[in-house]
């Protein structure tokens, strides 16, 4: 809102023209040639997939435009550069099942599958049911640490995923949700050359129950995890 005041107040037509969507971006907000071209193929994937989005959302030349310009832009914001992560993307959209056409958004989330193979960690559908697996065979070990975890990444995003699941009592889609935010954290920390520690032992986080069976659940947890504490 400031540099729309400030360009109105200013005069700027490029500022304007810019804001709009309409003029010439600045230089990190534009994909390369080649990129370009990566989304022009896209839109032409998109229109077979879904063909209503030619009679309505792109139904002119000019709406197609605009569209490019918006997803473009969106790409650029959230690291999606590479054919790979556009091959995900298209993946999902076939798939869908839906005859609406996505949202640069979905799109996008679709897109990081790529990026999350690349860095060896699972997607959302595989986080939710690694989480599940660890609930159905968790009593088997003595404790997390000697889980058969594949990777240190599994660790810290699955123990951390049960333990919110059951301080919060949450549905399936509100744990969903929590694996797709808890994977993003996860790559940002890997792409940046973070190296993620190994399995250790946490302290166990306690919380206010909101009920008698909550704390009686409460109880149960702190002694099974003394009991392996003590047995190790």
Same mark, same amino acid.
Not at 19 to 48: I, N, Y
Not at 175 to 194: F, H, S, T
Not at 202 to 218: C, F, R, Y
């Given at each position: 809102?400031?540099?729309l005041v400030?360009?109105?107040?200013n005069?700027?037509g490029?500022?304007?023209?810019?804001l *709009?969507g309409?003029g010439?971006q $600045?230089?990190d907000?534009?994909?390369?040639?080649?990129d370009?071209?990566?989304?022009? +193929?896209? =839109?032409?994937?998109?229109?077979?997939?879904?063909?209503a989005?030619?009679?309505?959302a792109?139904?002119?030349?000019?709406?197609?435009?605009?569209?490019?310009?918006?997803?473009?832009a969106?790409?650029?914001?959230?690291g999606?550069?590479s054919?790979?992560?556009l091959?995900?993307g298209?993946?999902? *959209?076939r798939a869908?099942?839906? $005859?609406?056409?996505?949202?640069p958004?979905?799109?996008i989330e679709?897109?990081?599958? +790529?990026s =999350?193979s690349a860095?060896?960690?699972?997607?959302?559908?595989e986080?939710?049911s690694?989480v599940?697996t660890?609930?159905?065979?968790?009593g088997?070990?003595a404790?997390p640490?000697?889980?058969?975890?594949?990777?240190n990444?599994?660790?810290?995003?699955?123990t951390g995923?049960?333990?919110?699941m059951?301080?919060?009592n949450?549905?399936?889609a509100?744990l969903?949700?929590?694996?797709?935010?808890e994977?993003r954290?996860m790559l940002q920390?890997i792409?940046a050359?973070?190296?993620?520690p190994?399995p250790?032992k946490?302290?166990?986080?306690?919380?206010?129950?909101?009920?008698n069976?909550?704390?009686l659940?409460g109880?149960a947890?702190?002694?099974?995890r003394l009991k392996a504490?003590?047995?190790?």
């Amino acid at each position: 809102m400031r540099q729309l005041v400030s360009a109105i107040q200013n005069r700027d037509g490029n500022a304007l023209a810019r804001l *709009a969507g309409d003029g010439p971006q $600045p230089a990190d907000r534009v994909l390369k040639e080649g990129d370009e071209r990566l989304v022009d +193929a896209l =839109f032409s994937s998109l229109k077979q997939v879904f063909p209503a989005s030619v009679s309505t959302a792109w139904k002119n030349p000019a709406d197609e435009a605009n569209a490019k310009r918006q997803w473009i832009a969106a790409f650029a914001e959230n690291g999606i550069h590479s054919k790979q992560q556009l091959s995900a993307g298209m993946k999902h *959209a076939r798939a869908s099942g839906s $005859p609406f056409l996505p949202s640069p958004g979905q799109f996008i989330e679709w897109c990081k599958e +790529a990026s =999350f193979s690349a860095a060896g960690m699972p997607d959302e559908d595989e986080l939710y049911s690694m989480v599940m697996t660890y609930c159905a065979k968790r009593g088997d070990y003595a404790s997390p640490e000697q889980y058969p975890w594949k990777n240190n990444a599994d660790y810290w995003m699955v123990t951390g995923l049960y333990s919110m699941m059951r301080a919060g009592n949450l549905s399936e889609a509100e744990l969903r949700v929590k694996c797709r935010a808890e994977l993003r954290k996860m790559l940002q920390r890997i792409e940046a050359g973070e190296d993620i520690p190994e399995p250790r032992k946490q302290l166990l986080k306690l919380s206010i129950p909101s009920t008698n069976e909550k704390a009686l659940e409460g109880v149960a947890l702190l002694r099974a995890r003394l009991k392996a504490a003590r047995s190790s």
